[in-house]
C-alpha cells in the first residue's frame, strides 16, 4: 500500500483486492497476505500493507480512505480507467500516481497499482487504451502528455475536488481497518472445558478402533489403487490449423460492423499474451482465441453505433464497446498437437521459408531475440486457405499468432519448432484428445472472408 495525496487529502492506493469473505475467512486472508488492513465494498475486499519505500514512516493506515473506493463513488460507468497524479511532496520529493481500473462497480483484481515513475505510469495506461475502457485522467495529464492524435479527447477530466467531497460522504464506509487479531489462547475454565472434551474423543476413537477389529474380516483388504500419474507430453502449436480455425471462426462470427472500422484481428494460439484481457477473460487463458477491435467510424453518433454494436456483438464469448473503441473474444477450437519430431537446423528452416514464402511474394522478417531464438514474421496477400497450405507444409516451422491490421492483409507470426512441455490432463482440458489438433478443416463450405490491401510495415 501507498500513501497518495490528491487534493490535499491522503487516501490509500496499492490495495489488493479479493473475493469478500466472512470476518474469520478476512482475518485469514491477511495473515496469509501479510497484510493487515483491509476495507469491504460489496462482494470485494481490498487488504493493504504499509510500504514503508513509498509511505511516510509511522504512518497509521487505519481510517485512510481507499482511492479506489472513492473513484468508484465518482465514476458512474461500467468499464473505466482511471489515472490520477498526487500532490507534490511538501518536502520536495517527487509525485505519486495511481492507476485503479474496475468494472461492474468492483476494483479488477490488479487494477489498483501506484507508480512512483510518471514515465512508467503513462505508459502503463497507455498499453491498456485500446481495450475499449472509457478513461478518466487528472487535468495535468490529460492536457500535458496522453492523446498526441488526439489530444485527449477520448480522455475525461477527472475532478480531484470531487473525490476529497466523496471520501467525505462515505466516510468510514471506504476507511481502512485492522483485521482481528488471532487469538492469543484459552482462560483456565475453557481449557478444562476443552480437555474433557478431548478425553471423551480418545475414549469414543479407541472404543470404535476395538469395534472394527471384532468385526473385520480375516482376510486383508486390498490397498487402494493409486491413481496413475498424469504425464507431461511436448506440445507446440499445429499452424495450419491455427489458421483454418481462425477463418472458420471469422466465418461464424462475421467481423464486419455497421459504421466501426476494424483496427486489428489477431487470432493466438495461446491466448496469455495480453495481460489485460487475460485478465478479464481467464476462462480463455491457454486456448486459441479470435480477438477483433473496432473504432467508431467519424461523424457517427455514439450512443446510436454502440447500440447497434452492442446487438451485434452479443453472440460472442466476450465483448465490450466503450466510446469509440469495441473489442470481442471468442474461442477457438484446440490447435495444440504432439511435437515428437525434432526442431530442424534454423538455416535449413530459412531456406524452406523463402522457397514457400518467397516465390509468392511474402515480406519475410527475421528477428533474432536476445536469449538467441528466433522469430519470424510473414506478411502474405493472400487468402487464408492457401497460406496455411504452406504453413502446414515447412517441417519445424511453428506458427504462433496470425493478425490483420487495419490496412489489410495477414500477417503470421512463428518460429523453430520450441515445443511446451503441458500434462495430459491439461490436455484433455482444452480439447486436445489423443494428442491429435481436434480442429476440422474449415474451407468446405468455400467460403473465404475478403481481404484489404497488402501490409508492407514488418513491425
Not at 229 to 248: F, H, K, M, N, Y
Request: aromatic residues 6%.
Amino acid at each position: 500500500m501507498s500513501a497518495i495525496t490528491v487534493g490535499g487529502r491522503t487516501f490509500a492506493a496499492g490495495l489488493c483486492w479479493l473475493e469478500r469473505g466472512g470476518a474469520g475467512a478476512t482475518a485469514r486472508t491477511a495473515r496469509r497476505l501479510g497484510r493487515p488492513w483491509y476495507v469491504h465494498r460489496r462482494e470485494r475486499t481490498g487488504f493493504a500493507a504499509v510500504d514503508p519505500a513509498c509511505g511516510p514512516e509511522g504512518l497509521d493506515p487505519a481510517g485512510l480512505p481507499a482511492l479506489a473506493l472513492a473513484l468508484l463513488d465518482c465514476i458512474d460507468g461500467e468499464f473505466w480507467m482511471a489515472l490520477v497524479e498526487g500532490d507534490a511532496a511538501p518536502s520536495g520529493g517527487g509525485r505519486r500516481y495511481a492507476l485503479v481500473k474496475a468494472r461492474g462497480g468492483a476494483v479488477l483484481a490488479d487494477g489498483d497499482e501506484v507508480f512512483n515513475d510518471r514515465a512508467a505510469a503513462l505508459e502503463a495506461f497507455e498499453r491498456a487504451r485500446t481495450l475499449g475502457w472509457m478513461l478518466y485522467a487528472t487535468p495535468e495529464l490529460r492536457a500535458e502528455t496522453l492523446g498526441p492524435e488526439t489530444g485527449g479527447a477520448d480522455i475525461a477530466a477527472l475532478d480531484t475536488a470531487a473525490l476529497g467531497e466523496a471520501a467525505s460522504k462515505a466516510g468510514e464506509s471506504i476507511a481502512l481497518e485492522r483485521a482481528a487479531a488471532r487469538r492469543a489462547g484459552f482462560g483456565p475454565v475453557p481449557a478444562l472445558l476443552g480437555l474433557a472434551a478431548l478425553a471423551a474423543i480418545a475414549a469414543v476413537w479407541f472404543e470404535g478402533e476395538r469395534l472394527l477389529e471384532w468385526l473385520a474380516a480375516p482376510a486383508t483388504a486390498p490397498a487402494p489403487a493409486e491413481p496413475p500419474p498424469d504425464p507431461e507430453l511436448p506440445v507446440s502449436v499445429d499452424g495450419t490449423a491455427l489458421i483454418l480455425a481462425c477463418r472458420q471462426g471469422l466465418i461464424e462470427h462475421p467481423p464486419f460492423l455497421p459504421g466501426w472500422r476494424i483496427e486489428r484481428i489477431d487470432c493466438a494460439g495461446r491466448f496469455a499474451a495480453d495481460g489485460e484481457l487475460s485478465a478479464l477473460v481467464p476462462e480463455l487463458s491457454g486456448r486459441a482465441v479470435l480477438l477483433v477491435r473496432w473504432r467508431l467510424e467519424q461523424d457517427h453518433a455514439e450512443a446510436l453505433q454502440r447500440r447497434v454494436a452492442e446487438r451485434h456483438l452479443s453472440s460472442w464469448h466476450a465483448a465490450a464497446v466503450a466510446g469509440a473503441r469495441a473489442w470481442a473474444a471468442v474461442p477457438l477450437g484446440p490447435v495444440l498437437r504432439i511435437a515428437n519430431v525434432p526442431a530442424p537446423p534454423f538455416l535449413a528452416l530459412r531456406r524452406a521459408v523463402d522457397r514457400s514464402f518467397g516465390a509468392r511474394g511474402a515480406v519475410l522478417g527475421y528477428v533474432r531475440d536476445a536469449d538467441g531464438g528466433w522469430r519470424i514474421a510473414i506478411e502474405d496477400p493472400g487468402p487464408l486457405s492457401s497460406l496455411a497450405a504452406l504453413a502446414g507444409g515447412i517441417g519445424g516451422l511453428e506458427a504462433t499468432a496470425l493478425s490483420r491490421g487495419a490496412q489489410g492483409g495477414w500477417r503470421l507470426e512463428a518460429r523453430p519448432l520450441a515445443p511446451e512441455r503441458m500434462t495430459a490432463s491439461r490436455l484433455r482440458a482444452l480439447g486436445v484428445a489423443g494428442g491429435g489438433s481436434g480442429v476440422q478443416d474449415g474451407s468446405k463450405d468455400g467460403k473465404e472472408v475478403p481481404h484489404g490491401t497488402r501490409n508492407r510495415d514488418d513491425g
